[in-house]
């Protein structure tokens, strides 16, 4: 009998400036990937309360006639886990200094929300229907529900990173692992566009 899926399209927001305002670059892009998830029969697009994430919903969801757009308190950008000494890689080391227990705790117990809310079968659905919802959030909860996905150890979020507007893949059903089925793609945006919200060093 076939197990109803609950396929996530993670999003990263558009570029946005210093104060967290999507761009004119950010519109488009989000403009973009709107049209490429039109042809999904989507049933819900959620978004961080971040204005930059609201704002790249909306944009998408012009694309999306009678797609139900909603809050998430828990796809804020927050830093999932803080790794301990013995699993810091060094060129991270300076980015924690600074970070108190009670901080981090509070982003553990974020990040913990955020796996229970979504990273699971869909709930009361039928073998006849899966859910298809799109999450617009940043770059650590991405990286967070990657690493969640793959079973990776806890500290695997690092180095995980999305460029603005890309659209990863991950599918849930029932009493089988999760499947990571698409990472960071952008083939939805020109050469242009790619890329925006990466390291300098790490573009191809």
Known sequence: MAVAARHLYLVRHGAADALGALTDVGHRQSALLGRRLAAVPLDMVWHSPLPRAAASAHEIARHLPGVPVKEAAELVD????????????????????????????????????????????PEGATPQHDSHEVLVTHAYPIAWLVRHALGAPD???????????????????????PT?????????????????????????
Not at 159 to 173: I, K
Not at 180 to 204: I, Q, Y
């Open 78 to 121: 927050h830093v999932p886990y803080v790794p301990g000494p013995v699993e810091m890689p060094p060129a991270w080391a300076g980015f924690f200094d600074g970070y108190e227990a009670a901080e981090a705790a509070a982003g553990r117990a974020l990040a913990d929300a955020l796996v229970a809310r979504f990273a699971g079968p």
């Open 155 to 177: 500290h695997r979020w690092l180095g995980l990173d999305s460029a603005n507007a890309a659209l990863t893949v991950v599918e849930h059903r029932r009493g089988t692992p």
């Open 180 to 204: 990571l089925v698409m990472f960071n793609d952008m083939s939805h945006l020109p050469p242009g566009l790619r890329w925006t919200g990466f390291p300098g060093p790490a573009r191809p």
